[in-house]
């Protein structure tokens, strides 16, 4: 049974995309069977993983409304383990479709219940904003991972999504736990970066990953070839961190031995 997990911050540009596709392509790389399913209208996602969201016949939008089965909208990557249910621009129209139908915050559980079994995890990037899609994504999900940027005022903006998280909890999912607090786009030249780091770590505690993100531009450049930083540049020191991440998360939720480090595989 997967272990669901949405990627989630309110604020945008903070590594949520980023942290979404890449966690998942080590995961899979890794020997995971692992879903994302893109639920951000942006579809960065999907094109961040090498499909052309501009091509596509369905999406998760359509999924959402009952036109397409699950199961057919998953779509295979260019990693094994690694698949994919796209999203388009066509999932703005969801947020007023979904208002109107009955228990509208469970549709994508229910809708992922027929995949769990295929998956050991499934990521669900979530959009920047607190609308039904989120609510849908967290109502959804057993865990949430919080990017975070080191920069000015980055904490100060976590106080409504935790407000949400914990509204969702009461009424929704009782379950919902932070599955991590990730810090994202570091840059260790400054004394901020240090002094939110220190800062997160001491009100989040062992919440918070003891992998940082640093800022790169490989992971940046990555995107725009329709590729993870595996599959890009498995040497920078931005795919290095993921992998770091990925033991990490693995390691919490009980698996052992992830891999060599990245840079001792053969891709």
Request: glycine share 8%; hydrophobic share 40%.
């Given at each position: ?49 090498g499909i052309d969201k501009k091509a596509l016949n369905f999406s ?23 698949k994919l249910i796209p999203s388009s621009l066509s999932l703005i ?82 379950d919902l736990a932070i599955e991590g607090v990730l810090l994202t ?83």
């Amino acid at each position: 049974m997967a272990k669901i997990i949405s990627v989630c911050n309110q604020k945008g540009g903070v590594g949520k995309t980023t942290t979404c596709v890449n966690l998942s392509a080590f995961m899979a790389h890794f020997g995971k069977k692992t879903l994302v399913v893109d639920l951000d209208p942006q579809a960065n996602a999907t094109s961040g993983l090498g499909i052309d969201k501009k091509a596509l016949n369905f999406s998760v939008y359509n999924v959402l409304l009952g036109e397409v089965p699950i199961k057919e909208a998953v779509l295979p990557t260019a990693l094994e383990n690694l698949k994919l249910i796209p999203s388009s621009l066509s999932l703005i129209g969801a947020e007023v479709e979904l208002q109107k139908s009955e228990g509208q915050q469970h549709c994508l559980k229910n809708l992922l219940n027929n995949v769990l079994q295929d998956f050991d995890f499934i990521f669900v990037d979530l959009p920047p904003s607190l609308g039904v899609l989120t609510v849908n994504g967290l109502t959804a999900a057993h865990s949430v991972i919080i990017p975070v940027q080191c920069e000015y005022y980055a904490l100060e903006g976590l106080s409504q999504l935790l407000i949400t998280i914990e509204k969702i909890k009461q009424a929704f999912n009782p379950d919902l736990a932070i599955e991590g607090v990730l810090l994202t786009m570091a840059d260790f030249r400054t004394t901020l970066c240090h002094e939110v780091i220190n800062e997160a770590r001491q009100y989040f505690k062992d919440n918070v990953y003891q992998t940082v993100i640093p800022r790169s531009v490989r992971l940046s450049e990555a995107p725009g070839f329709g590729k993870p930083i595996l599959l890009y540049d498995p040497n920078s020191n931005g795919a290095i961190k993921y992998a770091e991440l990925c033991q990490e998360v693995m390691t919490r939720n009980g698996f052992s031995g992830a891999g060599l480090p990245v840079t001792e595989n053969k891709l």
